[in-house]
């Protein structure tokens, strides 16, 4: 069990980071979601170790960090967000290099190195100097790295940025399929990319703690929860749309020309009405989807609220 309790940090006389408490429990994955400047870093660092509270407490399956640093870090792997910067050094020898800091050695080294370089698929990259490296597969690396010595808890550090979307997407399962061994906090900027990875959501803002909370709860929260996508190279009736029952307006999407949302009112389910109007009108459509929710705006009205 992870237990954070009235965490405070201050830099320069100022606080950054204000009472910050919340528990986590075994295979829980967590994310702390938050605009640029949040926080989100200096709890993570916080919680690994690399930097010392001004006050509170943090234990670690049972260990207090300020009294047993050295257990506690045993247990503790940590992808920071700022990229591995390691000279010459190959992938290979940078991970054998963490391997034998965190102990193995021989054939059990050989073993660990092996299932962390095939998780994060570095193969072909084994021979070549991190610093040559794109910052996509530098994230890579240092995710390997992190889950190496197969830790009790893993925090990532923005761990999808600077990957393509198949690398993201693969990043994604990787987490999921690590918190149902360990416990996992993913410092996040786009939330959106983790919906349906993390099952709770921490929303941290000016360095407070302002939402602790599931991720489906905080997509209920979303004014386009229950709203409906449309996308057709053909022009819509959107009064149509905008006369169904439940239907509290529509978004034309800028960027995506021939994409509209439909929002609905809340407590109102209005995908079957937008279903049948399709049907009837035979729309043809390239999508139709409904949203559970954007956890994007959500984080960011969280946030604008808190800085009021």
Not at 110 to 130: F, G, N, Q, T, Y
Not at 143 to 172: F, M, Y
Not at 247 to 258: K, L, N, Q, S, Y
Not at 264 to 271: D, F, R, T, V
Request: proline share 4%; glycine share 8%; net charge neutral.
């Amino acid at each position: 069990m992870i237990e954070i309790t009235s965490l405070t940090k201050t830099m320069g006389g100022k606080n950054i980071i204000h009472d910050f408490s919340f528990n986590a429990q075994p295979q829980e994955c967590l994310g702390l979601f938050g605009n640029d400047g949040a926080g989100k870093t200096t709890i993570i660092k916080m919680i690994s170790g690399s930097t010392t509270p001004s006050s509170g407490h943090i234990k670690i399956f049972g260990n207090d960090i300020a009294l047993n640093a050295f257990q506690a870090k045993k247990v503790t792997g940590y992808q920071p967000e700022r990229l591995l910067s390691h000279g010459a050094m190959s992938v290979k020898a940078f991970l054998g290099f963490i391997a034998e800091i965190r102990g193995f050695r021989g054939a059990e080294k050989r073993k660990m190195i092996d299932r962390a370089v095939a998780r994060l698929e570095l193969w072909r990259i084994l021979k070549s100097p991190v610093e040559t490296l794109t910052d996509g597969l530098k994230r890579k690396v240092a995710i390997a790295q992190a889950i190496l010595h197969d830790p009790s808890l893993l925090l990532l550090d923005e761990p999808t940025e600077g990957l393509n979307a198949d690398q993201k997407h693969k990043v994604r399962m990787l987490i999921k399929s690590l918190s149902d061994e360990m416990t996992v906090i993913v410092a996040s900027r786009a939330p959106e990319e983790l919906t349906g990875i993390c099952t709770r959501a921490l929303v941290i803002a000016d360095g407070r703690l302002v939402a602790d909370t599931s991720v489906p709860e905080l997509q209920r929260s979303s004014r386009h929860h229950q709203a409906v996508t449309l996308a057709a190279d053909t022009p819509l009736d959107l009064l149509a749309l905008a006369v169904l029952p439940g239907v509290a307006g529509i978004e034309e999407d800028r960027e995506t020309p021939g994409t509209v949302t439909v929002l609905a009112l809340p407590g109102q389910i209005i995908y079957p009405h937008i279903n049948a109007l399709v049907t009837q009108r035979r729309w043809k459509l390239n999508a139709l989807s409904l949203e559970a929710g954007r956890l994007d705006d959500v984080v960011h009205h969280m946030s604008q609220e808190a800085s009021i």
